[in-house]
């Protein structure tokens, strides 16, 4: 169970709570279609997800009732579609915010916005958003975020209580959490090439040379040395910038 919290303007004013829960994402995306008056801001959130989505169609799979699963309904229709890679930048930083707070030390967003503590993955974002025209008419943000889980199938994953050694209340994690999404997202009404300069300052492998792998290039080594407009990640090979769309790139991680 978790309750409206009292440090948002907007945020999770309108909150729906769910036992359990095939994915929020889809839940939120259904009440965005149902009214389009579904207001700005509602939070939904479940204790057990039975089938979270992740990017790339891949599936997020967490302990029921030791992690934050929600999705927020945003209306962000300031922003331009070809801005919309801003909507990754927001969040990702609001949520390194929350994780900086709590205690975390080496928090990165590994581009285009999965969040990485000290190279493990503590949290995953997808974003679905509605397009009409140019405009952004609703999007869905919704976030996983490890908390209180100790035991990963994945060797890559952590949470927050095996970064900082203590469990963590969920209704205080989800408080504090939707209190930095929403001050990220002032920013990107008021402010937001400063949203990317800060972006690229949290950003995993920035100015490392390191080792990648694309369809086009094989494996190869190069450098990330920022995002163009669309928020394509671009990596210097050879001296050479070349971007890279979000299927087209992967990482390639040294043996441990
Ligand atoms: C990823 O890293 O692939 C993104 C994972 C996003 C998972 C969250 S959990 C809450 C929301 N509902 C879903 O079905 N997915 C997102």
Redesign the pocket.
């Known amino acids: 169970m978790y309750k409206i919290p009292a440090n948002t303007l907007f945020l999770g004013k309108n909150l729906v709570f769910m036992p359990e829960c095939h994915?929020?994402?889809?839940f939120a995306l259904e009440l965005c279609q149902q009214s389009s008056s579904s207001a700005e801001g509602t939070v939904v959130i479940t204790a057990n997800?039975s089938a979270?989505?992740?990017?790339r169609g891949?599936v997020?799979i967490v302990e029921p009732g030791k992690n934050l699963?929600?999705?927020v309904i945003l209306r962000p229709s300031f922003l331009p579609v070809k801005d919309q890679f801003y909507l990754n930048i927001f969040s990702a930083l609001a949520i390194c915010d929350y994780l900086k707070e709590a205690g975390c030390e080496d928090v990165r967003i590994k581009w285009p916005n999965?969040i990485y503590v000290r190279d493990k993955k503590i949290c995953?974002?997808?974003i679905e958003s509605q397009l009409q025209g140019s405009k952004i008419t609703s999007s869905v943000l919704?976030?996983?975020l490890n908390i209180n889980q100790r035991n990963f199938t994945m060797g890559t994953a952590t949470s927050l209580t095996l970064e900082t050694g203590r469990d963590c209340d969920l209704q205080q994690a989800l408080e504090q959490l939707l209190g930095f999404l929403e001050a990220r997202y002032l920013q990107l009404r008021q402010k937001l090439q400063s949203l990317k300069i800060d972006y690229l300052d949290n950003l995993y492998w920035i100015n490392e040379e390191h080792t990648f792998q694309s369809l086009e290039l094989g494996v190869f080594n190069g450098t990330i040395c920022g995002l163009d407009p669309a928020g394509q990640l671009l990596i210097r090979i050879d001296g050479k910038e070349k971007a890279f769309g979000i299927k087209d790139v992967a990482y390639v991680h040294a043996m441990q």
């Not at 994915?23 to 889809?26: A, D, E, G, L, V």
């Not at 979270?52 to 990017?55: D, E, S, W």
């Open positions: 994915s929020t994402n889809t997800q979270g989505r992740g990017q891949n997020w699963t929600f999705s999965d995953g974002i997808l919704g976030i996983g």
